[in-house]
Protein backbone atom coordinates (compact mmCIF):
# COMPACT_ATOMS: atom_id res chain seq x y z
CA UNK A 1 0.00 0.00 0.00
CA UNK A 2 1.05 3.50 -0.56
CA UNK A 3 2.81 5.21 2.48
CA UNK A 4 0.83 8.16 1.94
CA UNK A 5 -1.84 7.76 -0.60
CA UNK A 6 -3.53 11.41 0.24
CA UNK A 7 -0.62 13.21 -1.66
CA UNK A 8 -1.93 11.62 -5.48
CA UNK A 9 -5.02 12.22 -5.25
CA UNK A 10 -6.55 15.27 -7.44
CA UNK A 11 -9.68 17.47 -7.26
CA UNK A 12 -12.46 16.95 -7.34
CA UNK A 13 -12.01 13.83 -5.71
CA UNK A 14 -9.88 15.43 -2.33
CA UNK A 15 -12.60 17.31 -1.75
CA UNK A 16 -14.86 14.61 -1.74
CA UNK A 17 -13.23 12.57 0.15
CA UNK A 18 -12.68 15.58 2.67
CA UNK A 19 -16.26 16.03 2.84
CA UNK A 20 -16.99 12.58 3.60
CA UNK A 21 -14.20 11.54 6.31
CA UNK A 22 -15.92 15.08 7.68
CA UNK A 23 -19.59 13.68 8.04
CA UNK A 24 -18.23 9.90 8.86
CA UNK A 25 -16.49 11.91 12.04
CA UNK A 26 -19.51 14.19 12.45
CA UNK A 27 -17.84 17.74 12.47
CA UNK A 28 -19.16 20.86 10.81
CA UNK A 29 -16.80 22.29 8.20
CA UNK A 30 -16.06 24.69 11.21
CA UNK A 31 -15.09 21.99 13.91
CA UNK A 32 -13.33 20.42 10.92
CA UNK A 33 -11.84 23.70 10.02
CA UNK A 34 -10.47 24.27 13.95
CA UNK A 35 -8.92 20.47 14.66
CA UNK A 36 -6.85 20.79 11.41
CA UNK A 37 -5.63 24.31 12.38
CA UNK A 38 -7.65 26.15 9.43
CA UNK A 39 -10.36 28.36 8.83
CA UNK A 40 -13.44 27.33 7.67
CA UNK A 41 -13.32 28.67 4.29
CA UNK A 42 -10.63 27.07 3.72
CA UNK A 43 -12.51 23.65 4.18
CA UNK A 44 -15.29 24.68 2.26
CA UNK A 45 -12.86 25.60 -1.06
CA UNK A 46 -11.40 22.22 -0.70
CA UNK A 47 -14.58 20.99 -0.20
CA UNK A 48 -15.68 22.53 -3.64
CA UNK A 49 -12.95 21.71 -5.37
CA UNK A 50 -11.14 25.30 -5.37
CA UNK A 51 -7.74 24.77 -3.59
CA UNK A 52 -6.27 21.44 -2.18
CA UNK A 53 -5.37 20.82 1.15
CA UNK A 54 -1.20 21.50 1.81
CA UNK A 55 0.87 19.09 2.74
CA UNK A 56 0.94 19.57 6.41
CA UNK A 57 -3.14 19.44 5.86
CA UNK A 58 -3.19 16.16 4.60
CA UNK A 59 -0.84 14.75 6.51
CA UNK A 60 -3.57 15.78 9.60
CA UNK A 61 -6.36 14.60 7.34
CA UNK A 62 -4.31 11.46 6.81
CA UNK A 63 -4.11 10.63 10.58
CA UNK A 64 -7.82 11.30 10.75
CA UNK A 65 -8.14 8.89 8.54
CA UNK A 66 -6.12 6.49 10.26
CA UNK A 67 -8.75 6.64 13.07
CA UNK A 68 -11.77 5.67 11.66
CA UNK A 69 -11.04 2.06 11.17
CA UNK A 70 -12.25 -0.24 8.22
CA UNK A 71 -14.08 3.13 6.59
CA UNK A 72 -10.60 3.99 5.71
CA UNK A 73 -10.22 1.59 2.96
CA UNK A 74 -13.44 2.09 1.72
CA UNK A 75 -13.13 5.77 1.53
CA UNK A 76 -9.74 5.73 -0.32
CA UNK A 77 -10.61 2.73 -2.36
CA UNK A 78 -13.77 5.24 -3.71
CA UNK A 79 -11.46 8.02 -4.41
CA UNK A 80 -8.11 6.66 -5.34
CA UNK A 81 -7.08 6.44 -8.88
CA UNK A 82 -7.94 3.32 -10.25
CA UNK A 83 -4.21 3.03 -11.18
CA UNK A 84 -2.90 2.85 -7.45
Known sequence: MIKNPLVIIQQPEV?????????????????????????????????????????LAMHRIEEMLANIGVQREELLATYLPKKF
Open 15 to 55: GKLIFKLRTIVGLTQEEFATSLGVTYSTVNRWENGHSKPSR
